[in-house]
């Protein structure tokens, strides 16, 4: 860590003097109980309850994993436009952005470019990119009038999950019909967007269908420095000074259901520019263009005690990129040979690809009146096919490994052409790959005392690519007093290589290359959780420790740079406390409240902030009339060095039987503040919007 021994200090006298301060608020509400006049049990059935720590409905005080559920009430009253907004209320999680558009996600500490250490569910299936590793190419800013809502696992979930459940799981659960609407949303930077949900009922079965388009102009924020500024050279080249971070995005959606059978698909469209570019230069002609299919059918059968689950999914990935790398003009310097390139039509390239997706899974519960037994296999393909590279620059320089660059075909020229021209198979940016895997695993929940639950499980995965791994869980869960729960967890986890990782080769510019001998990613979580719950009032704290082995990261390799497993290892320690407070007849004013403390040692780029926090404030006024307040707080980062800051939201709501009308001012006190860059190409980081305004009607028929 980029830290001095007195921050250590420090940041351990703020662990004691929180820690001390919650235990004996803690003690206070135990010993004064009677203060917060809990209703009765049947009553705490209202509650949250999640289904994403065991595969059954749990209120999550009482699942053996530490789980945040976050509604739909709460999305739209906080007025949230997309997940990423909705994620704020989730301790410990940080969001970021790519230089290339894709947002940034995070947990725990575990900061990365592409969120690959998150793994992202619909409808509790995994949707994560075989290529980057990543949930956020598509689902990051997926619209919140299509979700019902947001189930989280802060910490390990491989068991159940497999790969990629790493620092945490995010299941987005998407709404099955309900009331008829269409709603439109208008925003700064000419934000438009549209919805329209429809279901209908009949002969014992329904049907629903979701259609979603986003189209935004971007903030195209004024840039100041970029890469060339950063390493002094070609300063005085005509190039743009400011963003470009336009999107257009379609999200369509079908779903059916009778009885045990449920049927439902979704197809994405996502065209978008980028912050810079990817080597740090603005561009107004760079883009990034995706596609996504995703196909779900599953039967379901719960009856004498057994509960059975067939689910057959399948997708659909389509990569694009053109990127307008460097500009005209651009004079280089190769270090090894300091031999001068110059590039009168600058340097631009396509690169396309696609991937198949083909899951089946089945499971079997048997359950009695306090013992659960699960098992479930899963048998899954992944085809990545048609690759293919553009460039207009067909260059090489000595030193250079003849595996990863062009020197031996002799028609290739050092001279840069106008136009795109494809480049051979055998070199092109990623070598096709077929990947395929099976996973078994058993979980057992046993509760022997009305206060006393414990869960052990056990999953075993077999990659075709890399080999297997085994991943355990065990949880003991108990409550000796009346709505106070106490929780020692201890979990294990594994990511999969992704196939960038595995077959990238990237030449020559930014020389970056796969590595086919990789092994996953490995993580132990040690937990212990105290929570408090009633009818009105959730409070919890968890204290963590995290150890990761064969970490992946890039490390100089011979010209340019290879991915490798890390033989270093590295942690995590951090706690995390969260509270929420329901008052009122209607139950529809509350407070949210969290704060978690993060601190990872061991990793090359420590890009996680030490502190994070959030409140969130929901009054209703009147009946009809709704106001809500979110402040949320990002600490001081080591590396890079960035300030702490807080951005505050106001939404306003009015309600209808018929229609809702809001307005959000997001920002409101319009702070200046900046996301870490993760490339160390950008000196201003990624520089972010101040004051936003959006307005969102919907009417219900």
Request: charged residues 20%; glycine residues 8%; contains cysteine.
């Amino acid at each position: 860590m980029f830290k001095s021994a007195q921050g250590d200090g420090i940041l351990k006298l703020k662990l004691f003097c929180l820690s001390s301060i919650f235990f004996c608020l803690f003690w206070f509400i135990l010993d004064n109980s009677w203060a917060f006049s809990p209703k009765e049990d049947t009553e705490l059935l209202l509650l949250e309850a999640a289904e994403i720590a065991t595969g059954h409905p749990q209120r999550k005080f009482e699942a053996p994993s530490t789980v945040s559920v976050i509604t739909q009430e709460e999305m739209k009253n906080m007025g949230a436009r997309t997940l990423l907004d909705a994620l704020v209320l989730i301790p410990g999680l940080e969001v970021g952005l790519a230089g290339e558009g894709i947002p940034i996600v995070s947990l725990r500490g575990l900061y990365t470019a592409e969120s690959e250490k998150i793994l992202f569910l619909l409808n509790g299936q995994p949707i994560n990119s075989a290529l980057t590793g990543g949930g956020t190419l598509f689902f990051a800013d997926i619209s919140i009038s299509d979700i019902e809502r947001i189930e989280v696992i802060r910490g390990p979930g491989s068991v159940l999950y497999g790969a990629n459940a790493f620092s945490g799981v995010i299941n987005i659960i998407l709404k099955q019909g309900g009331e008829d609407q269409i709603s439109y949303r208008r925003g700064s930077y000419d934000t438009d967007e549209i919805f329209l949900g429809l279901d209908k009922y009949f002969d014992q079965s329904k049907i629903w269908l979701s259609l979603d388009y986003q189209d935004s102009n971007g903030a195209r924020m004024p840039i100041k420095r970029d890469y060339f500024d950063k390493i002094n050279i070609n300063t005085n080249l005509v190039r743009s000074h400011h963003t470009d971070e336009w999107y257009r995005r379609g999200e369509y959606g079908l779903g059916f259901k009778k009885g045990p059978l449920t049927v439902e698909g979704l197809y994405i469209s996502r065209d978008h520019g980028g912050f810079y570019n990817l080597s740090g230069i603005a561009s107004d002609n760079t883009k990034f263009s995706r596609d996504f299919l995703w196909g779900h059918i599953s039967l379901n059968e719960n009856r004498d005690h057994f509960e059975t689950s067939l689910s057959l999914r399948g997708s659909y990935y389509r990569h694009n990129h053109y990127v307008d790398f460097f500009p005209p003009g651009t004079v280089l310097t190769f270090p090894n040979s300091n031999e001068q390139f110059s590039f009168p039509y600058g340097i631009r390239w396509k690169r396309e690809a696609e991937i198949l997706n083909f899951t089946g899974e089945t499971k079997v519960s048997w359950y009695s009146e306090k013992t659960r037994i699960t098992a479930g296999l899963v048998l899954s393909n992944q085809n990545l096919y048609n690759v293919k590279f553009y460039e207009n620059v067909l260059l090489c320089t000595e030193g250079l490994p003849s595996s990863a660059c062009y020197q031996t075909l002799p028609y290739l020229q050092k001279t840069p052409t106008p136009y795109l021209q494809e480049i051979p198979e055998e070199h092109r940016w990623l070598k096709e790959a077929n990947r395929f895997y099976n996973s078994l695993y058993l979980q057992g929940e046993w509760g022997p005392l009305s206060w006393l639950n414990i869960t052990l499980g056990g999953r075993w995965d077999k990659y075709s690519d890399f080999g297997g791994n085994t991943s355990l869980r065990a949880g003991l869960v108990f409550n000796p007093y009346k709505n106070f729960y106490t929780k020692f967890l201890y979990g294990e986890a594994f990511r999969a290589p992704s196939f960038y990782e595995l077959y990238l080769r990237m030449c020559p510019i930014n020389p970056i290359h796969g590595n086919t001998s990789l092994k996953p990613e490995k993580m132990r979580a040690y937990e212990f959780t105290l929570g408090w719950e009633n009818s009105s009032w959730q409070v919890g704290a968890t204290f963590y420790h995290q150890e990761y082995e064969d970490m992946i990261s890039l490390v100089p390799y011979s010209f340019g740079y290879i991915y490798d497993n890390l033989s270093k290892n590295a942690h995590t320690d951090g706690f995390e406390i969260e509270g929420k407070f329901v008052w009122g007849i209607t139950r529809e004013n509350y407070i949210i409240l969290n704060y978690a403390c993060q601190d990872t040692d061991g990793l090359d780029t420590p890009l996680e902030a030490y502190n994070l926090a959030t409140f969130n404030l929901n009054y209703r006024l009147k009946p009809w009339l709704n106001l809500n307040f979110l402040s949320h707080y990002v600490g001081k980062r080591g590396y890079p060095k960035i300030e702490d800051y807080i951005v505050s939201n106001f939404v306003l709501s009015i309600f209808q039987p018929r229609w809702d009308l809001s307005f959000a001012i997001y920002n409101i006190f319009d702070k200046k503040y900046t996301f870490p860059d993760v490339t160390s190409r950008y000196p201003d980081n990624y520089i972010r919007p101040g004051r936003t305004i959006n307005v969102r009607f919907t009417w219900y028929f």
